[in-house]
């Protein structure tokens, strides 16, 4: 599946989201440690980047990890780079897109990029860049969204109108083909459910707005959500309901790439 939001929408949605993003963000911190967990020990960079840092919570993990190494975080929104700015979370801050990276060829030794490449339509070209601005033997570690996350909103909206209101995502199967027909070494490719419970619809949904990560894709109904609608809604989630309380699945792709070392 191609189709993703428009950019300036993502970059826009992240900006509005950089203040409230850090209170909301346990998934994503769960998620950004596994992915630290599976880096290979034998890694010392001298260089790396953190792509679509947000706030810039990993890239402080990654300065701590390599204090010796020059750290550059990435993103597409300015508002996150602000917050990643301000807690000096890298030694560079720079906004990019991931699909065309303003780095040098051959130039760092660690693309980290923690839930922030299922907004890309074109993975190809992550990839790509991945394989370009990496040095031989260099590392990319990825986390993000397969199908299946937020199944259970989505299969709730189907029950009321049949739109799309959730963010549309990638299959694990498209990113094992993508990974698998790149130009970089395979070392590690799974797929891990992680689930969260809500108490009722509004906290889930305030919740998504609060990561920026509230639903861009193109034929969300334009206008209010009505209160009939959203009333449907929450009974249809209820008979979802588990002792833990309304459940919110999150399909996550863990990969771990090697570029080629040199001769
Ligand atoms: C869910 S946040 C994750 C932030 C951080 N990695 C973390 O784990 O806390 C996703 C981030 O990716 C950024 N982003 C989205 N599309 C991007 C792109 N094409 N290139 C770079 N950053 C992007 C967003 O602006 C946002 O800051």
């Keep these: 599946m191609n189709e993703r939001p428009d950019k300036r929408l993502v970059a826009a949605s992240f900006s509005k989201a950089a203040g409230s993003y850090d209170s909301v963000?346990?998934?994503?911190?769960?998620?950004?440690q596994q992915l630290l967990q599976y880096l290979p020990l034998s890694l010392q960079p001298q260089r790396w980047l953190d792509v679509g840092c947000g706030t810039g919570f990993f890239?402080?993990?990654?300065?701590?990890?390599?204090?010796?190494?020059?750290?550059?975080?990435?993103?597409?929104?300015?508002?996150?780079?602000?917050?990643?700015?301000?807690?000096?979370?890298?030694?560079?801050?720079?906004?990019?897109?991931?699909?065309?990276?303003?780095?040098?060829?051959?130039?760092c030794d660690l693309l980290f990029s923690s839930l922030a490449l299922q907004w890309c339509a074109d993975f190809q070209a992550v990839l790509d860049e991945a394989h370009r601005v990496l040095r031989p033997g260099g590392t990319l570690?990825?986390?993000?969204?397969?199908?299946?996350?937020?199944?259970?909103?989505?299969?709730?909206?189907?029950?009321?109108?049949?739109?799309?209101?959730?963010?549309?995502?990638?299959?694990?199967?498209?990113?094992?083909?993508?990974?698998?027909?790149?130009?970089?070494?395979?070392?590690?490719?799974?797929?891990?459910?992680?689930?969260?419970?809500?108490?009722?619809?509004?906290?889930?949904?305030?919740g998504l707005k609060a990561l920026g990560a509230h639903n861009l894709n193109d034929g969300r109904p334009a206008g209010l959500t009505g209160r009939a609608r959203l009333r449907a809604l929450a009974d249809a989630y209820e008979r979802q309901r588990q002792a833990e309380g309304l459940p919110c699945t999150y399909q996550v792709i863990y990969g771990v790439l090697q570029k080629e070392p040199g001769p």
Excluded at 60 to 74: F, H, N, Q
Excluded at 150 to 166: M, P, T, Y
């Design 141 to 206: 570690a990825f986390s993000s969204l397969c199908v299946g996350t937020l199944q259970e909103l989505r299969d709730s909206w189907l029950a009321v109108d049949g739109f799309v209101h959730v963010n549309r995502f990638r299959s694990a199967e498209d990113y094992q083909a993508l990974c698998a027909g790149s130009s970089l070494q395979i070392r590690r490719l799974q797929v891990r459910a992680h689930r969260l419970y809500y108490a009722d619809l509004r906290s889930l949904t305030h």
């Design 25 to 32: 963000a346990q998934l994503q911190r769960d998620v950004g």
């Design 59 to 107: 890239s402080r993990a990654l300065t701590d990890r390599y204090p010796r190494s020059e750290g550059i975080a990435v993103d597409i929104a300015e508002g996150m780079l602000q917050h990643a700015r301000q807690a000096s979370a890298a030694q560079a801050f720079v906004a990019g897109d991931a699909e065309r990276l303003p780095l040098r060829d051959a130039s």
